[in-house]
């Protein structure tokens, strides 16, 4: 399974990025997809996810109305749009596959980083 991230980038505070995961390798159709972020200094977080399989999603409270997740089945793509972000938003973020209920804490497959800055 390879997992690629991209869209990371310098944003002003109050600006937007979308970030895209395109997943290959096998079929995630019963799988989680999800993006964690990790600051400098702190432990990696969980902040949004989404089953390939029905509409549901799952944000973090820190990122509740200003981000939205989103896949495209048929690119085997998901996607974070992130709007009005903050200098704390600023991480290494990661696209993550999960099998697991439990995808907060469980993942089988992890995507290389990419960098979000938030100049303030």
């Known amino acids: 399974v390879q997992l690629q991230a991209s869209g990371g980038g310098l944003v002003q505070a109050g600006g937007s990025l979308r970030l895209s995961c395109a997943a290959s390798?096998?079929?995630?159709?019963?799988?989680?997809m999800g993006w964690f972020r990790q600051a400098p200094g702190k432990e990696r977080e969980f902040v949004a996810a989404?089953?390939?399989?029905?509409?549901?999603?799952d944000y973090s409270d820190s990122v509740k109305g200003r981000f939205t997740i989103s896949r495209d089945n048929a690119k085997n793509t998901v996607y974070l749009q992130m709007n009005s972000l903050k200098p704390e938003d600023m991480a290494v973020y990661y696209c993550?596959?999960?099998?697991?209920?439990?995808?907060?804490?469980?993942?089988?497959?992890w995507g290389q980083g990419t960098q979000v800055t938030v100049s303030s």
């Open positions: 993550a596959v999960s099998s697991y209920s439990d995808y907060r804490r469980l993942w089988d497959y």
């Open positions: 390798g096998r079929t995630f159709s019963r799988y989680f």
């Open positions: 989404i089953s390939w399989s029905d509409p549901g999603t």
